[in-house]
């Protein structure tokens, strides 16, 4: 039987009906239709599925939708302001921390939480802060350098 979940995505309310095994990330992807969160593993292993939950990184692989019951989420869609990029998207860009994409989201999203908690992370904290996130493509070095630019104040966060 379905039950209700009320959440907030990228700040918008939402009001859904969803069954107890129903995944967070089936909710993004599924009812809300912000499909920037991926599904790869869905075992909690590749990251790709990162978003924010009231402000902590979580990989919505793993976490009920009714465990999300009145919570705040944060998808990659919801790190722009309006056309703006956020630091850390201009950054991947600019320094190519991407070829497929396919684990950027998660890679922005877990770099977004370190940098929330932790400012001014030092290589190796980086490095930790996205050692949940898999990519196949970069070799993580290019993620590593774009993030260390934002720590430097390369990238300011639009107004
Ligand atoms: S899909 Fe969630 S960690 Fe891989
Ligand atoms: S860019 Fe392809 S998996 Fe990371």
Same mark, same amino acid.
Request: aromatic share 6%; charged share 10%; hydrophobic share 35%.
């Given at each position: 039987m379905k039950k209700e979940l009320k959440l907030k995505v990228n700040g918008q309310p939402y009001e859904l009906f969803v069954k107890p095994k129903t995944l967070l990330v089936e909710v993004l992807?599924?009812?809300? @239709? =912000?499909? !920037?969160t991926k599904r790869g593993c869905?075992?909690?292993?590749?990251?790709? #599925?990162t978003v924010m939950l009231n402000g902590m990184s979580v990989k919505s692989c793993s976490? =009920?939708? =009714?465990?999300?019951? @009145?919570a705040e989420v944060v998808t990659v869609? @919801? =790190?722009?302001?309006g056309n703006e990029l956020s630091p850390l998207q201009r950054a991947f860009l600019d320094h190519g921390?991407?070829?497929? !994409?396919? #684990?950027t989201p998660g890679m922005l999203m877990s770099t977004t939480a370190l940098l929330t908690e932790n400012p001014k992370p030092t290589k190796l904290e980086i490095k930790e802060g996205i050692d949940g996130n898999i990519c196949r493509c970069t070799g993580y070095n290019s993620i590593v350098r774009a993030v260390t630019a934002v720590v430097k104040g390369e990238y300011k966060e639009a107004k």
């Open positions: 992807r599924d009812l809300v @239709g =912000l499909t !920037g869905s075992s909690s292993s590749c990251g790709a #599925c976490v =009920l939708a =009714l465990q999300a019951n @009145g869609e @919801g =790190l722009a302001k921390s991407y070829q497929c !994409g396919f #684990c």
